[in-house]
């Protein structure tokens, strides 16, 4: 497993970010249901200009997880919603280290920090509806679904079919209490 440090994105790194997140949505993988539809998948773009306010507003961060050679090796993105509530959204993985737990260490590194900075006690995400694997990846680390469906926003599909039942399942978890975070955060 790798030995991660971990760092918040500064503007200077958006295009760094942009290229991983867009790479990472795009990755084909062998795993049915993994990717859902691959079509979609292949065709997700995200600009700089999208990762910039994720990294500038004073709620939200953008968390960078970096390998011990130095390269960008996962992101996640924080939001705080409410005092009681972090969302997590872009959680994304160099396509290279897919399947090495890397994106279990950048989720509990951002879990952490959301509890550690912000004092949520509740954290939230979403996954796309055809995404099965990834949801059941989710709830094995005790994301629950709230019910909540939200809809696909249908201008990202550039004028393509909306795939049946295309939209975000809404998951919760209940923030537990550090005793101590085994990853490091850089500055």
Not at 27 to 55: H, Q, T, Y
Not at 79 to 94: E, P, Q, S
Not at 121 to 149: C, F, N, Q
């Amino acid at each position: 497993m790798a030995n991660l440090q971990f760092r918040i994105a500064t503007p200077d790194d958006a295009p760094q970010l942009q290229q991983l997140i867009q790479a990472a949505f795009r990755a084909e993988d062998s795993r049915k249901d993994w990717i859902g539809d691959a079509e979609l998948a292949a065709n997700f773009c995200i600009s700089v200009d999208e990762i910039l306010p994720k990294i500038t507003s004073p709620d939200s961060e953008m968390i960078m997880a970096f390998d011990d050679n130095g390269a960008l090796a996962g992101t996640v993105g924080v939001f705080r919603r409410n005092d009681d509530l972090a969302r997590l959204f872009y959680l994304a993985v160099d396509q290279t280290l897919h399947r090495g737990g890397i994106g279990r260490q950048v989720l509990e590194y951002a879990e952490g920090y959301c509890q550690r900075t912000w004092g949520v006690k509740k954290l939230g995400l979403d996954a796309l509806t055809l995404r099965k694997e990834l949801i059941s990846w989710y709830m094995r680390r005790g994301y629950v679904p709230t019910g909540e469906i939200t809809p696909f926003p249908v201008d990202k599909l550039n004028g393509r079919a909306l795939p049946e039942g295309l939209g975000f399942v809404e998951m919760e978890k209940e923030a537990k209490v550090e005793a101590k975070n085994r990853y490091r955060l850089e500055y």
